[in-house]
């Protein structure tokens, strides 16, 4: 079982940019695959970004690709969401996510346990 705490949401204007973070209690963390996707009211959660265990390959949805960094910090346990230049569409509740495997997925199935998400809103 792995627990996971996001943070770092907020409001904030257009092209402003937001951290969010996502600690993990356990700490075979290092091992795993780590995602964050986003729900918005009344859509489906959707794949945002998704990095290997060590950190070296990451994944992007189309929609933030250029804007949206992806990292981890396997010594702190932690997993970052950096968001630059934002827009009113990516406002979204934002879940950070682990994968118990070696491989990456865009699917939420995929993913076995979720953080309790934090609110980004994006004011135009």
């Known amino acids: 079982q792995v627990q996971l705490v996001e943070s770092g949401g907020g409001l904030v204007q257009a092209g402003d940019s937001l951290r969010l973070s996502c600690v993990a209690s356990?700490?075979?963390?290092?091992?795993?695959?780590l995602g964050w996707f986003r729900q918005a009211p009344g859509k489906e959660r959707e794949f945002v970004a998704s990095v290997s265990s060590t950190g070296g390959s990451t994944d992007y949805a189309d929609s933030v690709k250029g804007r949206f960094t992806i990292s981890r910090d396997n010594a702190k346990n932690t997993l970052y969401l950096r968001m630059n230049s934002l827009k009113p569409e990516d406002t979204a509740v934002y879940y950070c996510?682990?994968?118990?495997?070696?491989?990456?997925?865009?699917?939420?199935?995929?993913?076995?346990?979720w953080g309790q998400g934090t609110q980004v809103t994006v004011a135009s």
């Open positions: 356990r700490g075979a963390f290092s091992s795993f695959v």
């Open positions: 996510a682990v994968r118990a495997t070696f491989y990456t997925s865009r699917r939420t199935n995929d993913y076995a346990w």
